[in-house]
């Protein structure tokens, strides 16, 4: 999802046996639903396991602004112009609530933003994709966003407190953005039969990259099964993918269009859909940083950083020589 | 590297007369810039008329392991509640 296949750094699930009193009783206030805040104990494998995967999810937010902000300047009228601004403020706030809720749990923000820059963690594998017509802003906020609404309605009741807080706020932003998305591709689609042929392309690009937001078959990770256990992962990868699936589908059909993928059917003994085998080599080779876009997406965020330093210093001399000067008067 | 901004807290008190209410943090370099920050990061659609923001650093909260001593006095004085007077069904405006 904005946070894929986050190393929890256990080797096995860990049951009653292998825990020591402290750990038991940290796993029986998460059994019985009880939220865990930032200065009660934890395991330090729940804590780490929490940073990287709040962290992920930040950086998501915040590299997902490149995408979009690459169509502010060319929208095609100025209340979609208006609109798409509204939508990246959105995702800048998102990553803002993230990037706190993640401090609560003793890391700086300079040392995520440091980590980021350095390669050492992630963000969505979907960001690495380019947005070439303008339906592709249309098609990133149905699918992209609708993909991480599916991913983040159960987040809200996860076991730690700053987090779960932080993704109600969201899920309350989210369903603008996969609106717009839709109403984007709904224009397109009533139009002419070039505009329509581009909602097409566009669903023809982001289908299967949308698909491997969720993240590789969850049978194969112990990582899944410990954080569904600390319920920092309440629904399993195959669960969300299935259910973004039966939902996204239909509203496909209503614009006219159709995804790229020949074996996609209604299944009427499970009632859901069928669909075809997902390339997971490409889910991997994006992972490892060779994706369309990986290159340029954190050369930006770098650079933005980097020219944004002398804002930053200048902001606290002037906090600093205020703070001088009010001493200076009170003594 | 050089100073990151420090933390603050940020309160918010929506239209309809409640409390200020914890709504996240933010960094600011001083209180000014913390206020205009919280405007653009949490009243984005109308959620508040008015906001406090407060250094981190200087909140003191009460430790998880007090919450024995602190808290469990009150749960064997249930006299505190109205419910605990059984009244007469006849009697009203009580």
Redo the contacts between chains.
Sequence with gaps: MYAQMVDTGVRKVQDAADMTPDEAAFQARIDADVKI?P???MPEAYRRTLVRQIQQHAHSEIVGMLPEGNWIGRAPSLKRKAILM?KV??EG?HG??LY?AA?TLGV???QLV?DLHAGKVKYSSIFNYPTLSWADIGAIGWLVDGAAIMNQIPLCRCSFGPYA??MI?ICK?ESFHQRQGYDILLALCRGTPEQKAMAQDALNRWWWPSLMMFGPPDAESVHSAQSAKWKIKLLSNDELRQRFVDQTVPQADHLGITMPDPLLKWNADTGHYDFGPIDWNEFHQVLKGNGPCNRERLRARVKAWEDG?WV??A??A??EK??ARAAKVAA | ?????P?WEIFIRSMHGLAHKH?????A??AE?AIKNAR??YT??NEGVSIWAVRSADIH?S??GDRGPLFEPANDKVYRHPTFFPMPEEVKHL
């Design positions: 805040e200065k009660d104990w509204a403020q959105d706030g803002l609530y706190s401090e700086s923000r300079d440091a807080r932080a706020r932003e330093a930053r210093d902001a606290v002037h906090a205020r703070a | 590297m050089s100073t990151e901004w933390l709504v996240g943090s933010l960094h370099p001083d810039m653009d990061v984005r659609r909260a430790a998880p």
